[in-house]
């Protein structure tokens, strides 16, 4: 299940990749969650599936688009789904999507960030290496 930016949602029907809770050491000048801290967290999801696709260790060599739809807080759990969109010879595109539930008494769920990003897949020596199908 999707949502747009000014809705309050559900999280998908899905086991997430990851579930992370935003602490304190997380925000920005500002207070808000660092959106590199977010980036980091996309970055670990999206790998998760892009290992378990390519069977083997992957790199990330592009992000293709990232959006902040809201900001997360102190204390919100975020949850990263990720889903491997596309394969080639060697490289795989991930989609990741990324909840908050904040206001956790209230079970208030919103869709903070959306990404995708490229992975290719390597050998030992870290060279290109084919993604089996």
């Given amino acids: 299940?999707?949502?747009?930016?000014?809705?309050?949602?559900?999280?998908?029907?899905?086991?997430?990749?990851?579930?992370?809770?935003?602490?304190?050491?997380?925000?920005?000048?500002?207070?808000?969650?660092?959106?590199?801290?977010?980036?980091?967290?996309?970055?670990?999801?999206?790998?998760?599936?892009?290992?378990?696709?390519?069977?083997?260790?992957?790199?990330?060599?592009?992000?293709?688009?990232f959006v902040?739809?809201?900001?997360?807080?102190?204390?919100?759990?975020?949850s990263c789904f990720a889903e491997v969109s596309k394969i080639g010879n060697t490289s795989l595109t991930v989609h990741v999507e990324v909840f908050a539930e904040r206001n956790r008494q209230k079970e208030e769920c919103v869709k903070v960030t959306e990404a995708t990003l490229t992975y290719v897949a390597v050998d030992e020596n870290r060279k290109p290496r084919p993604v089996p199908r």
């Fill in 1 to 65: 299940m999707s949502a747009t930016a000014d809705q309050t949602t559900k999280l998908p029907d899905r086991t997430p990749t990851i579930r992370v809770l935003a602490m304190p050491t997380d925000t920005n000048a500002a207070g808000d969650i660092f959106g590199g801290w977010i980036m980091s967290q996309v970055d670990i999801a999206g790998s998760v599936v892009a290992h378990q696709a390519a069977k083997g260790r992957v790199v990330t060599v592009a992000v293709n688009s």
């Fill in 68 to 78: 902040f739809h809201k900001p997360v807080f102190v204390g919100d759990v975020i």
